[in-house]
Structures are given as structure tokens and as C-alpha cells.
């Protein structure tokens, strides 16, 4: 996440050269590709921290840091 970055509500992840930006709500793809197995580690992890992601980027809004978010196990 960026601070002051654009809606929807989104975060941007990046695997081998590639780059998605995912809406944080919807899980859908915005923009960018990635690998079909990168991509749906992306989507597993993004489920399991949705609720901190949406408080994530709340915090990213007001200025602050959106924090750490754990990877997926």
C-alpha cells in the first residue's frame, strides 16, 4: 500500500517482474498479471487478512503506517 494512493481501496503485490494491484472488498484484479499460482497465493492470503487490510489501508489514508500484515504460512 501507498499512503495517499487512489480508490478503490486496494494493495499492490509483485512476483518475478510482475505486479497486480488487487480491491481489497472484491479481491478482483484491477490492474497487472501474475502467474496463475502466484496469483492465487495472492487471493489465499488476501482472505485470511482481508479485515487487516481494509484497517491497513484506513490507516495508509489518514498518513499513518499502514503496519505489517503476516505472510501466508
Known amino acids: 500500500m501507498y499512503f495517499d494512493d487512489h ?4 494493495f499492490h503485490a509483485s512476483y ?3 505486479e497486480v494491484v488487487v480491491a481489497i472488498d472484491t479481491l478482483a484484479v484491477l490492474h497487472g ?6 496469483q492465487g497465493l495472492v487471493v ?3 482472505l485470511l487478512h ?3 487490510l481494509r484497517e491497513a489501508w484506513r490507516r ?3 498518513l499513518e503506517s499502514p503496519g ?6
Do not use: F, T, Y
Not at 33 to 38: E, T
Open 16 to 18: 518475478g517482474g510482475h
Open 68 to 73: 505489517k500484515i503476516d505472510p501466508l504460512d
Open 33 to 38: 498479471h501474475l502467474p496463475a499460482r502466484a
Open 50 to 52: 482481508q479485515s487487516e
Open 7 to 10: 480508490a478503490p481501496p486496494h
Open 44 to 46: 489465499e492470503w488476501a
Open 60 to 62: 495508509a489514508k489518514r
